[in-house]
T-cell receptor
C-alpha cells in the first residue's frame, strides 16, 4: 500500500515559469514531510521540509505547502531554471528510523 | 561536510554471481539504509540497520542480505544475482530523530546479464 503518492510521473515547464509538484499521503499520523531532488547518476539530496504545525515553508525559489485536511502537499519552484530539471521525491518519516518515499516526479525545464 | 560513499558507480555482473555493494559514511550516523530505485517505483527500502550488527528487513528484502560489522560501513549482498536485480542501488545514513533526514551516496548502477 503506497502511503505517499506522487501521481504525476513527469512534468514539463518552461524556463521562468512556476513548477508545481504534488504529493498525496494516506497516513494521518505523518507530521513531517521532506522533498528530495535527484539528478541522473547521483544520489538524492535534501531540498526542503515542512512540519505539520505549519502550512507553508519557503526557502529561496522553493516553497512547500501543506494541506493537512486534504492530506496533500505541493512543492512550488519559482522561477523555474534549467538546473531544476531532475526527479523530485516527497517523503515522510515512519517511526524513528525510516522514510517512506513517493514514486517521484521527473521535472523538465524547457528553455 | 557530510559524506556517504559507495564502492562502485557502475557494475556489470552475470546471473548467479555473488555481488557485494559497499557503503561507507563518515558522519557517525547510527542508521544506514539500502534502497533500490526503479522507474515509476520510486525508492524502495531493501534493508536498514540501526546499530552495528543490527538489521531489519525493508519492503523488498527477498534475494538480498546485509552486513554491518562496523558503524560506518553497511554492505548489501546479492547471494545469486538475477536479471530482475538490475537497478540503481542507493545507500543512505541518518541519525535517529524526528525528521529522519537521510543523506545519500551517489548510487551504484548494477546491471545483471
Amino acid at each position: 500500500d503506497q502511503q505517499v503518492k506522487q501521481n504525476s510521473p513527469s512534468l514539463s515547464v518552461q524556463e521562468g515559469r512556476i513548477s508545481i509538484l504534488n504529493c498525496d499521503y494516506t497516513n494521518s499520523m505523518f507530521d513531517y514531510f521532506l522533498w528530495y531532488k535527484k539528478y541522473p547518476a547521483e544520489g538524492p539530496t535534501f531540498l526542503i521540509s515542512i512540519s505539520s504545525i505549519k502550512d507553508k515553508n519557503e526557502d529561496g525559489r522553493f516553497t512547500v505547502f501543506l494541506n493537512k485536511s486534504a492530506k496533500h502537499l505541493s512543492l512550488h519552484i519559482v522561477p523555474s531554471q534549467p538546473g531544476d530539471s531532475a526527479v523530485y521525491f516527497c517523503a515522510a518519516p515512519q517511526g524513528a528510523q525510516k522514510l517512506v518515499f513517493g514514486q517521484g516526479t521527473r521535472l523538465t525545464i524547457n528553455p | 561536510d557530510v559524506k556517504v560513499t559507495q564502492s562502485s558507480r557502475y557494475l556489470v555482473k552475470r546471473t548467479g554471481e555473488k555481488v557485494f555493494l559497499e557503503c561507507v559514511q563518515d558522519m557517525d550516523h547510527e542508521n544506514m539504509f539500502w534502497y533500490r530505485q526503479d522507474p515509476g517505483l520510486g525508492l524502495r527500502l531493501i534493508y536498514f540497520s540501526y546499530d552495528v550488527k543490527m538489521k531489519e528487513k525493508g519492503d523488498i528484502p527477498e534475494g538480498y542480505s546485509v552486513s554491518r560489522e562496523k558503524k560506518e560501513r553497511f554492505s548489501l549482498i546479492l547471494e545469486s544475482a538475477s536479471t530482475n536485480q538490475t537497478s540503481m542501488y542507493l545507500c543512505a545514513s541518518s541519525f535517529p530523530r524526528d525528521s529522519n533526514e537521510q543523506f545519500f551516496g551517489p548510487g551504484t548502477r548494477l546491471t545483471v546479464l
